[in-house]
Nanobody
């Protein structure tokens, strides 16, 4: 059974940094794309960053140059380093594992929330 648990959210001032973690288990990592999405109440969930098993990464334009997605060698931990945070980054952040082969870029803009395995989310609040 796929299990994803996010941590690391919190409250920071604009310009600050946070690192989110996602502990993953229950699936064969080489067969999955993994990534981070975020959602503001009342709005659709949006893709933030995706990483392929070989380490290839993709980012939403809104976070390029500020956020970095990575995974540990065992691919059991997924990270999102967030720097230069802005108030518009405030959202609930979700880790996702999608049972699909690479390439994974399509996930950022096309993934439906009913597909894939999702964590419970961790709240990030950025105050100006």
């Amino acid at each position: 059974q796929v299990h994803l648990v996010e941590s690391g959210g919190g409250s920071v001032h604009s310009g600050g940094s946070l690192r989110l973690s996602c502990a993953a288990s229950g699936y064969t990592y080489s067969n999955y794309c993994t990534g981070w999405f975020r959602q503001v109440a009342g709005k659709e969930r949006e893709g933030v960053a995706v990483i392929e098993p070989d380490g290839t990464t993709y980012y939403a334009d809104s976070v390029k140059g500020r956020f970095t997605i990575s995974q540990d060698n065992a691919q059991t931990l997924l990270y999102l380093q967030m720097n230069s945070l802005k108030s518009e980054d405030t959202a609930m952040y979700y880790c996702v594992a999608v049972p699909t082969p690479s390439p994974c870029a399509w996930i950022l803009t096309t993934l439906d929330a009913s597909f894939g395995h999702w964590g419970q989310g961790t709240q990030v609040t950025v105050s100006s």
